[in-house]
């Protein structure tokens, strides 16, 4: 016999349930049922509720879909704060040598602190690209998955890889790649330990080759069979910058999107980080073909690589999601960040009406959805779909003159978090983790940061 649901309750919230319509509540409700949404409409909830085990006065909130992160490099969070004025390829020349020498209890602490910062600021489903695997470092995706577990958020790791080095004409010193081979091996024996497709999974495995500059043509058409013959999504970066772009056409004779068409890396299987240095072509390529794209607008500024064709992307109906991308190049490391930003670069680069607070909020969440494979689950408040949601308060000092909810969330400064529910499981309560010391966190991360520090220096 099926034991009877056990249920949440918010009343009295403004609702921004991001579904198709983009409905929207001034005052209403929401009712989560163990791990999925039961009711989501305006007014009180339904009377004769039973198994209600929490209420709460959602007054001066706002409920949305939980933010999902679309891009990410946990282990950057070591190295925050460097090469603070380079571009992107001198940026990576400068921490490729320090990267190699991570190691499993450092990549462990520096999930923890990127999956806290994230989660205590509105991210439910995270994705992490790691792709730099030193010889001996221990289970560093492992280590990923484990603190992704600890901290309750769902999770969407994808199994990175090098393996053309300097040597090779690749930007990566040789000794912080694999063998294609053994990326291949290493990357398929992920998938068939870590991956769960059930319905509502929490933990979803994905492919991701580097990049066009640090990774072989035969390691990007091989790795795009393993994906699809094991039913998995694939990830890499491209069009980040003119360099990249350079590098293409001097080495394949094509740009960055053609080369990747040619060795199999389009589909509705795929997403791509960044995508800035896109033409109409380029845009077309990914609507035909369902190519998601993860926009990291903070990153993109900071390494100067310039504002990507979002208002373009989304015209053509490209999936478009937003992503924070390594702390290295996005020191803030939290989501909210990328939507106010979002709309601001844009603004600034196509005009008042390049996007609206409702586009980037879609792209922060039903947007991230579709780009990582999971809009019918997840991504927007209808019954039905998975309860990860976040309810933001907008009654404090920073947002309470500002009559639009979702104005006052995407233009406003970051809002506290109330109440942040991962499959119906309390994440978030009151601007705190509920499932990890954020303290023993900032203290362990720390010391991890510095062991790495002084293993660099002893190493130059």
Not at 167 to 187: I, K, R
Not at 284 to 299: D, E, K, L, N, Y
């Amino acid at each position: 016999m099926t034991a009877p649901p056990t249920r949440i309750v918010i009343e009295n919230c403004a609702l921004a349930t991001v579904d198709a319509h983009d409905t929207e509540h001034a005052s209403g409700h929401l009712v989560v049922a163990d791990n999925r949404i039961e009711s989501a409409g305006p007014g009180p909830a339904p009377e004769g509720l039973t198994g209600v085990v929490r209420r709460v006065d959602g007054t001066g909130h706002l409920a949305t879909p939980g933010l999902v992160n679309t891009h990410h490099h946990f282990y950057q969070w070591l190295t925050r704060g460097l090469a603070q004025d380079a571009v992107l390829f001198d940026w990576l020349t400068a921490l490729y040598p320090v990267w190699a020498r991570i190691d499993e209890p450092m990549v462990y602490e520096a999930a923890r602190a990127s999956l806290a910062m994230m989660v205590r600021g509105g991210v439910t489903t995270a994705m992490d690209h790691h792709y730099v695997f030193p010889r001996g470092s221990g289970d560093l995706l492992g280590a990923e998955i484990r603190a992704a577990r600890e901290l309750g958020v769902r999770f969407h790791p994808t199994r990175g890889s090098m393996d053309l080095g300097e040597s090779a004409g690749g930007l990566p010193p040789d000794f912080a790649v694999e063998t294609t081979d053994a990326a291949l091996a290493a990357t398929e024996e992920a998938i068939d330990t870590h991956h769960d497709a059930s319905p509502g999974s929490m933990l979803r495995v994905g492919v991701a080759p580097c990049s066009p500059f640090s990774v072989s043509t035969d390691l990007l058409r091989e790795a795009a069979v393993l994906a699809r013959r094991k039913g998995v999504r694939l990830h890499t970066h491209g069009s980040e910058t003119v360099e990249e772009e350079r590098f293409c056409k001097e080495r394949f004779g094509m740009g960055p999107t053609d080369y990747l068409d040619s060795t199999g890396w389009l589909g509705d299987d795929v997403w791509m980080a960044h995508c800035v240095h896109m033409n109409d072509a380029d845009i077309a390529a990914f609507a035909r073909t369902g190519t998601g794209v993860a926009h990291c607008p903070s990153s993109n500024a900071r390494l100067a690589a310039g504002i990507a064709p979002v208002p373009a992307l989304l015209a053509a109906d490209v999936p478009v999601g937003l992503g924070v991308d390594g702390t290295a190049s996005n020191e803030s490391g939290e989501l909210h960040t990328e939507l106010r930003n979002s709309l601001l670069i844009h603004r600034l680069a196509g005009g008042a009406d390049a996007l609206t607070v409702r586009q980037v909020l879609r792209m922060g969440t039903y947007g991230g959805a579709r780009v990582l494979g999971r809009a019918d689950d997840l991504g927007s408040l209808e019954p039905g779909k998975l309860a990860d949601v976040v309810l933001w308060r907008l009654d404090g000092l920073g947002h309470s003159t500002i009559a639009d909810p979702v104005a006052a969330l995407v233009l406003g400064p970051p809002a506290p978090v109330r109440l942040s529910l991962v499959n119906g499981r309390v994440v978030v309560e009151d601007g705190r983790l509920v499932t990890a010391d954020e303290e023993d966190i900032a203290r362990s991360a720390r010391a991890e940061a510095r062991r790495l520090a002084r293993i660099a220096d002893g190493d130059r």
